[in-house]
């Protein structure tokens, strides 16, 4: 829905907040947020409107974001048990060498 004429630039930074009528149905208000939970008048009857609560227009998160958060929460709470060790071995761990060969000793 468009702001009328005259009002658009003033209009520009201020909220929409969505109002129902019991005669005419739904309509939008812009207003100020000192202003959002007061009564509105119905543009069509001018009736009394109700103010309609909406959740928030929040713009979701993109998948990999989400499965890294939800990983990094779990790891936190509740750490993966390992049980034996995965992956391939080292290179010096196949030569039979208990230390890598940087360690004094080997």
């Given at each position: 829905?468009?702001?009328?004429?005259?009002?658009?630039?003033?209009?520009?930074?201020?909220?929409?907040?969505?109002?129902?009528?019991?005669?005419?149905?739904?309509?939008?208000?812009?207003?100020?947020?000192?202003?959002?939970?007061?009564?509105?008048?119905?543009p069509t009857c001018h009736?009394?409107?109700?103010?309609?609560?909406?959740?928030?227009?929040?713009?979701?998160?993109?998948?990999?974001?989400?499965?890294?958060?939800?990983?990094?929460?779990?790891?936190?709470?509740?750490?993966?048990?390992?049980?034996?060790?995965?992956?391939?071995?080292?290179?010096?761990?196949?030569?039979?060498?208990?230390?890598?060969?940087?360690?004094?000793?080997?």
């Open positions: 829905m468009r702001p009328p004429k005259g009002e658009a630039r003033r209009l520009i930074r201020l909220p929409v907040y969505p109002f129902t009528c019991p005669t005419c149905g739904p309509f939008d208000v812009w207003r100020g947020m000192s202003e959002a939970s007061a009564p509105a008048h119905c009736g009394e409107g109700r103010r309609v609560y909406t959740p928030p227009g929040l713009v979701r998160t993109p998948l990999s974001v989400r499965r890294g958060r939800a990983l990094e929460e779990k790891s936190a709470h509740e750490p993966a048990v390992v049980r034996e060790p995965t992956g391939r071995p080292l290179a010096f761990a196949r030569d039979g060498h208990r230390n890598p060969p940087w360690v004094a000793g080997h």
